[in-house]
């Protein structure tokens, strides 16, 4: 069993949908909770990182963290175009350590 | 303020060379972690370095090595190249290795082809 796990995807959702990104983890070792954004040929680029469980907004993006049930979720608000590329979960069991990264999620929002 | 930059970009090898690619770490960034993306895959981590120690060692073979600089720079050499080496490899600096704060900002990556 994988570490980390995460739909495949690929998603695509027209200009202005919500989008929703999934996780599980298999460890509850694990304490830190990332996203990272990827564009094509790109490298990863940090969105947002929590280590409680419960929600953290930014802007049009929520993190959502359930330790209990090892689920770690992405929501996305008002999708733009731009949105459109490769989103990774990533855990680790202390910032600033290795990171386990999820397959990436390859989203394409529609005009 | 420049952000992790690793060198080259691109770089074509055939099977049996050896590759040194580069690293430059966000100033005041002390720690570096070198991971490798297959296509269609997450990244997978190969390395950590901190002030110039190794701090985390990922399933890679002995082919794999690394080290880090006095400056916090830092290189990963590969050995006896193979097909299933072609990936893009990535590095990622933070500040120190301490919980919360220590985010791992990464580099846009060297896109290694073996042919």
Known sequence: QKEVEQDPGPLSVPEGAIVS??????NSAFQYFMWYRQYSRKGPELLMYTYSSGNKEDGR???QVDKSSKYISLFIRDSQPSDSATYLCAIGKRQG????F?????????? | DAGV???PTHLIKTRGQHV?????????????SWYQQVLGQGPQFIFQYYEKEERGRGNFPDRFSARQFPNYSSELNVNALLLGDSALYLCASSFRLRPITDTQYFGPGTRLTVL
Request: hydrophobic residues 25%.
């Open chain 1, 61 to 63: 993006f929520t993190a």
């Open chain 1, 21 to 26: 990104l999934n996780c599980t983890y298999s």
């Open chain 2, 5 to 7: 930059t690793q060198s």
């Open chain 2, 20 to 32: 040194t690619l580069r690293c430059s770490p966000i100033s005041g960034h002390k720690s570096v």
């Open chain 1, 97 to 100: 350590g290795k990171l386990i």
């Open chain 1, 102 to 111: 999820g397959q990436g999620t390859e989203l394409s929002v529609k005009p």
